[in-house]
Structures are given as C-alpha cells and as structure tokens.
C-alpha cells in the first residue's frame, strides 16, 4: 500500500518535462532553477556527466515529520510524506533536520510556508500517478509499491551488472525513503550526501527524548529529599538552641522561608 | 536636589542605547512588513541564524543562574546565598521573556506561537522545548512575583507564594534541566551535517553542565555591573564561593568535552588548519582553559577584577560554543556562508538593550537588592500582618 518513485538516472535525458509538469499541477511559476526552492519542488540538475533530478525522498520514518513541534509533516500509509500549512507556526526546523535539505521556504512573503513535493498526493487519492512520472518521455522515473519498485531495481542491477552502482539509494538510507534512486557513477557525486546514517534520524533524538519522564521522577524526588535533609538539619539545631523563637513549625512541617 | 532638574541625563551608554533601540525598531518594521527574507540574512541553505544561535541558545543558558541559585537557597538550603536570589530571578525572568520576543521575530508565523499549546508532537525535541520554556517563564514570574506584591503590599498573595517556594522552585529546576539539555537535543538530528567539533550524542549533557556554569559566571557578571551602576557594595565571599563551584563545573565540562572529541576520532581533525580549528581552538582557551588556569589562583578568586575577567571570558566563552554549534558547524555541510544582516544583529542588541533597561526600571522601582529578611519562622495565625512586616 505504501507507494514509491523509482528514478533510474541512467535513463533520464535532461528533457525537464518532470519539472514542467510539476509546476504545472501545483501552480508555480515556469522559471527555470538549478536547485530546489520555494517554486521548484523537483529540479533536473546535470552532475559528473548525468541528469538526475531532485525532490523529496519521502522517507518512510521522515525526520521532517518527527521534529516538527506541531506535527505539521506526517507520512501518511500511501506513502507521500504531506504538509499542513495550517498548522506550521515555521519554525523551520524541518529544514535544519533534513538529511537531504529537501524543504525550502517562501522568505519573501509576509505569510510564508514550507514548500516540498508532495508526491502528488491530491492526484494519488484519485487513483493518478505523481504528475513528473506520467510527464517522463522515457519512464526514467516509475511508480508502484515499495516491494515492487524494489524488486525491480534489485532486477535492473543483476541484469546490468556493470551499467550500475551496485547500490539503491534509498533502500536503507536513514531507515529507507520511498524514492529510490539507481546509478551508473557514484551517488556522491549526484550530489546525494554520503554519510547520512542507516539508522532513522528520529532514533537519535529518542534515545534521548525517552529518558526524560526517568529524569522528571527521579530529579523530582532527589530534589525533595535533599530539602528534606537539609531542612531537618537546621530544625535539630533549632531544637537544640531550645527554640528561641517560640513554637516549631506549623502543622504542614514545612517552614516558611523567604 | 530639586524636582525641576529630574530630567534623565544623557550618558554615553544611555545614548548607544538609544541609537541601538532606534535601529531595532526600523529593523522590526521591515521584518513585520517585507518578511524574514527581507530583514535576514537566512536562506534555505541556512534557515537558522544568529536570532536562534544567539537570542535563543545564548539567552536561555545566560539565564541558568536562576535556578541553580533558587535551587541553592531553597532546596539546599544554603541562606547565605539569599541576597542575591532575587536580582538572579529577575536577570532570568528578562532573560527567558526576551528569548520568546526573539522567538515572535524568528517565527515565519508568531501569531501561531500558541500552536504547541493544543497541537502536539511529543516526538519532537523543539515541542519539549516549547513547553518547558512556556512553563519556566511562569514559574519565574511566580518566583519573582513577591518583590512586585511586596511593593504593592499585598500580603495574601505574598503567604501564597511563600507556601508553594519550595514545590515552585523544585518544579523550575526540574523544566530547567529538561530543557537547557533540550536546547543541545535538538542538534542530535543532524549527524550527517553538523562538524564532528560540535556534533556528540553527549549534546544534552554538554549544554546543561555549560549552561550551569555560565549561569554562575553571570552571576558574577550581573553583580559586578549592578554594584557600578547603582552603587551597591559587591557581595565578595559570596562571589568567591560560586567562583570555587563554576571551578569544579568547568573543569568537570572541560573533560567530558575532552573526552568526547577524543573518542569520536575527533581530535585528530585539529591537524588541520581551518575556519572551524579556529574556532574551536578560541572558545576552549576563551572559554575554558584561561578562566580555569586563572580560578586555579585563590587571589584570582577573592579579588573583583580578577572574577569580573573570569566570568567575562567564560560568558564569551560559551556565547562562541553555542554560535559554533548553531552556526559555524553547519556552514561546512551547508554550501553556504552566514553572516548576519545588520538588521539581525539591530534586533538582538535591541532585545540586549530592552533587558538592562527592564532590568535597571525594576531595581528603580521594586525593591531587588534588599528584600525583607526572612520572617519569623513562626506565623501566629491570629496576626497576620506581623509575619511578612517584621524580621
């Protein structure tokens, strides 16, 4: 149930047409952009000899959804990963943690929001495929479930051995990401980063997130029993004097302190 | 001194922060009006700048000294500490309340600064923040409430309070904890950017002990300036004191850092000459090993110059950690430089500004040096009025 992209590099001519008609189904401008941005959420770059386009991995455990304060990136079963604009307050801390610094922002505007591909999401509802798949002369970029855009790239490299990098971008970067890249240079050199960990990047913050209600308790009662202590000291030592003040504490046995 | 000649005068640091404020405020009517990218130098390469690496980071540790200073008196107890709580709480109190004015400035959307309140992602390291934050900013007006209804005379609010100091001051240490390590939690995400220098999975415990000694180190800061600025005597045995405890966490922070580059492979790096050597080598002499060498020395310890340098350097040092971490370690994986826009750096030195000045109004007019010595331990129930009046 979970889609995926599969974009097969080897395959791509530059064309754009990807390019084109993601702008057009989600009303951007048709300027043309070497980078992704706020009006270009899939871009054709051309690096160490080849066409390979960029937009969002959809991950399967994204780290955009996990560090948003107000949950406004979730992924959902069909597999895009969806933004609600009505929720953001931008914080823009999904930008910072992206490993693929895939979300760009609209800093121009007044009222700016975060803006990704979206894996066509409206369309898939209606059954449609992501507009840059349907748009591709060449089907350099298929979809279908994860399972069988797996299956057919595990195909492709055993029947090419040596047109490919042994190796799909995707399969289990940072957990696996639902769009799945193939090769004949190093992806390093596309531009993808190298060093981004197998581990979802969520893991690296809950380790950390989970000790704390341990912290909460444990501090909280450290904290009253160190009070404890150090307050039955000072009312022995009272007692002791033979109370100068009159009578002891009151009845909660707790003594006003400024 | 007549009534006629009570104009304020003009000092030269009256008038920087005047030409500051005025600055501030052109930069807040572009920022509102044209939006971020118009009054920053922040980009999708680099969507964090100095209003997070300095008005936040920075800002919420300098105003670690409140609780380990409630903390101290409070929960254990050590009374002497007692004069200077309260102008500790109140350098917090503006400290926190300047970290969520930045906070309207740097939020593409403020006016859903409220959104955490009702929409949750307990998953999220920045929604733990914004609740601690949210939470610590009330427990600090509470804190600091007594020298607001001291003046007004209000004692029942003033038995209130005084009843719930202890669960009060537990709580704040507790949301303080959670939330400085928080501030440093939130880089745990980005393994694959951040330079090895700065990136640790140690990041929370590194920021917390940090935060507690530059909190200390403002102590002695905020001492210092207060006693030149209103012509107080400087409380020096108590300023030597905490110098021995800032001491022990700095030399306690400088071998867990020791230790963490070293087992990463991290320190091999420093062979190499590069922007971030630099940079890392000028925040542990800065920040570390100077004021520690210097400590080391009893007469550095009891002498107000001497702590006045100390505290000084550690507060730069730690402004630089904390920039290295939210700045100079991502420039690298970036593919981008940052530098501020002057407007950026207008707004910070306004918010700076507002804060002395808010700080300065509450000494004139609230009394924050001389709170009314602890009341009798005993509280006879038939007179109320004698117990909050009377030492």
């Known amino acids: 149930m979970s889609k995926s992209v599969l974009v097969d590099t080897t395959k791509c001519i530059g064309c754009g047409s990807c390019v084109i008609a993601c702008k057009e189904t989600n009303g951007l401008p048709q300027n043309e952009e070497k980078e992704l941005s706020a009006d270009t959420l899939n871009v054709v770059q051309s690096r160490a000899g080849v066409f390979v386009r960029k937009f969002c991995m959809h991950c399967q455990d994204p780290t955009c959804a996990s560090v948003c304060p107000v949950g406004a990136l979730k992924k959902t079963a069909a597999g895009p990963v969806v933004y609600d604009a009505d929720r953001c307050i931008g914080c823009r801390y999904c930008m910072m943690a992206c490993p693929f610094s895939i979300p760009k922002y609209e800093w121009k505007l007044a009222l700016p929001k975060v803006k990704k591909c979206t894996m066509c999401a409206p369309r898939q509802a209606q059954g449609l495929p992501p507009a840059c798949v349907e748009a591709c002369p060449v089907q350099a970029s298929i979809f279908g479930e994860r399972s069988e855009m797996l299956a057919e790239a595990e195909k492709r490299l055993r029947e090419n051995h040596s047109s490919y990098i042994q190796h799909i971008y995707g399969k289990d970067e940072v957990g696996g990401t639902s769009v799945l890249y193939l090769s004949a240079v190093p992806f390093e050199a596309l531009g993808f980063p190298a060093n981004v960990p197998h581990d979802p990047l969520p893991m690296y913050t809950y380790r950390v997130l989970s000790k704390v209600p341990s912290v909460v308790t444990v501090g909280a009662l450290l904290l009253g029993g160190i009070w404890w202590i150090t307050n039955r000291r000072e009312e022995v030592v009272h007692a002791e004097k033979g109370g100068d003040e009159g009578v002891g504490t009151e009845g909660k046995g707790r003594r006003t302190k400024d | ?265 991290a320190l091999r790096l420093m062979r190499e000459p590069s922007t971030e050597t630099l940079l890392l080598g000028l925040e542990v002499l800065l920040g570390l090993v100077v004021p520690l060498a210097m400590l080391l020395f009893p007469a550095v310890r009891e002498s107000r110059e001497g702590l006045f340098a100390v505290a000084v350097m550690v507060i730069a040092g730690f402004l630089l950690n904390r920039l290295n971490v939210s700045i100079t370690g991502l420039e690298a994986s970036s593919g981008a430089h940052y530098f501020p826009k002057w407007t950026e750096i207008s707004v910070t030195l306004s918010l700076a500004g507002a804060g002395f000045l808010c700080f300065a109004l509450a000494v004139r007019y609230l009394n924050v040096f001389e709170p009314p010595a602890p009341p009798a331990r005993v509280e006879c129930p038939a007179e109320p009025d004698r117990a909050s009046a009377e030492v």
């Open chain 2, 1 to 265: 001194m007549t009534d006629l000649r009570r104009l304020p005068r003009i000092t030269f640091w009256r008038a920087v922060l005047a030409l500051i404020l005025a600055t501030g405020f052109y930069s807040t009517i572009l920022r509102f009006s044209k939006g971020l990218g118009a009054a920053t130098a922040l980009s999708d390469k680099f969507p964090w700048g100095l209003w997070i690496g300095f008005d936040v980071l920075c800002g919420v540790g300098l105003a670690a000294g409140g609780f380990t200073l409630a903390a101290a008196v409070y929960i254990f107890h050590l009374e002497r500490f007692h004069p200077i709580v309260r102008p500790t709480i109140l350098t917090a109190f503006l400290g926190y309340g300047l970290v969520a004015v930045a906070l309207l400035f740097d939020l593409g959307r403020p006016y859903r600064i409220w959104h955490p309140l009702v929409m949750w992602n307990p998953r999220s390291v920045m929604f733990e923040v914004a609740w601690c934050v949210m939470l610590y900013l009330t427990v600090l007006a509470l804190e600091f409430s007594p020298a607001v209804f001291e003046r007004f005379k209000l004692q029942r609010p003033l038995r209130i309070l005084k009843a719930i100091t202890v669960p009060l001051v537990i709580v704040g240490v507790l949301l303080s904890t959670l939330h400085q390590s928080s501030l440093g939690s939130l880089y745990l995400i980005v393994p694959s950017k951040l330079h090895p220098y700065w990136y640790s999975p140690w990041l929370p415990v590194l920021f917390y002990v940090s935060a507690i000694g530059v909190g200390l180190a403002m102590v002695i800061f905020e001492s210092n300036l207060s006693a030149r600025a209103f012509g107080r005597e400087i409380e020096m045995p108590l300023l030597t004191e905490l110098s021995r405890v800032m001491l022990v966490v700095l030399a306690f922070y400088g071998l867990l850092r020791f230790q963490d580059l070293a087992s990463r492979g």
